[in-house]
């Protein structure tokens, strides 16, 4: 079973920084898909960033020049710089894992709780 727990967000002006940490444990999590997936209040959920098992990230084009992904050396841990915040990045977080051959539907991956992310005016 794979265990995802995010740590990190919290409550930021417009312009403003914050850093979103993610620990996944599990049988093979070496080599899983990593991201991280958003939802804000009334909207579909959607992918904010993701780094697969050779370390390539990619990023949504809401996010790109301002987030930035990465994975540790022990790839069970993955962390999201988030720079420049702006009131529509306001959602709830998500930490996600799923096998590789899967990366393109990481909506579908093991998740966590969630932190939430606020940016105010």
């Known amino acids: 079973q794979v265990q995802v727990v995010e740590s990190g967000g919290g409550s930021v002006q417009a312009g403003g920084s914050l850093r979103l940490s993610c620990v996944v444990a599990?049988?093979?999590?070496?080599?899983?898909?990593m991201g991280w997936i958003r939802q804000a209040p009334g909207k579909s959920r959607e992918e904010v960033a993701k780094i697969d098992s050779d370390g390539n990230p990619t990023y949504a084009d809401s996010v790109k020049g301002r987030f930035t992904i990465s994975r540790g050396n022990a790839k069970n841990t993955l962390d999201l710089q988030m720079n420049s915040l702006q009131p529509e990045d306001t959602a709830t977080y998500y930490c996600?894992?799923?096998?590789?051959?899967?990366?393109?539907?990481?909506?579908?991956?093991?998740r966590g709780q969630g932190t939430q992310v606020t940016v105010s005016l």
């Open positions: 996600s894992a799923i096998e590789p051959i899967f990366c393109n539907d990481l909506l579908s991956g093991y």
């Open positions: 599990g049988p093979t999590y070496k080599n899983y898909c």
